[in-house]
């Protein structure tokens, strides 16, 4: 009886083990802001375009099949709204983080959100930082200021991080 015990004790745990190290395997979609509306030059927080509201409803569908937990975005109306069809479906509020602070952000997704999938939405010109604060790495060295398709996609899992560089969209390569 005690051997019996001393088995499924080592089972459970082994079990535990192989859970617990697969739990840890989390995804997070980076993704630039939608096409903002220039039409007022001295606008300091434009709203999003026609063609940028289409591309957040792009998004939407890109990421349909995905498990997201949480949806992050700085604090500009461009970058709530490329995230607001998505937020909307999955019932969940846009959580709000500082561009200027990407580690506190890594830290928040790994330790809330450790095992599940995340959608980040930044700027041209944070993008490729919060790629490489989460240990990922790009092909590009620069979003140009009128790129909006790219949607980089980062697993993290025990043997370090995979990043793959996708498009979407209008411009977006087939």
């Known amino acids: 009886m ?14 535990l083990a192989i859970t617990s190290t697969h739990a840890q395997n989390t995804t997070v979609y980076i993704v630039r802001h939608a096409e903002k509306n220039l039409s007022d030059p001295k606008a300091k927080d434009p709203a999003l375009s026609p063609e940028g509201v289409q591309r957040s409803y792009d998004l939407d569908t890109i990421l349909a099949g995905q498990p997201i937990a949480a949806v992050f975005s700085t604090n500009y109306t461009r970058t709530r709204k490329t995230g607001e069809p998505l937020a909307k479906r999955i019932g969940k509020d846009i959580n709000l983080y500082d561009p ?12 809330d959100h450790s095992g599940k999938t995340v959608l980040i939405i930044g700027h041209s010109n ?11 790495s790009a092909t590009m060295t620069e ?5 909006y398709k790219y949607l980089f996609k980062l697993e993290l899992d025990e043997n370090g991080v995979t990043t793959a ?6 411009g977006a390569q087939p």
Do not use: H, W
């Open 143 to 147: 979003i140009k200021d009128n790129d």
């Open 126 to 136: 944070t993008i490729l930082e919060l790629i490489t604060a989460f240990g990922g």
């Open 2 to 15: 005690r051997r019996l015990a001393i088995v499924v004790s080592l089972i459970t745990v082994c079990m």
């Open 165 to 170: 560089e996708l498009e979407y969209g209008q």
């Open 100 to 111: 200027a602070k990407p580690a506190d952000l890594v830290a928040t997704v790994t330790k």
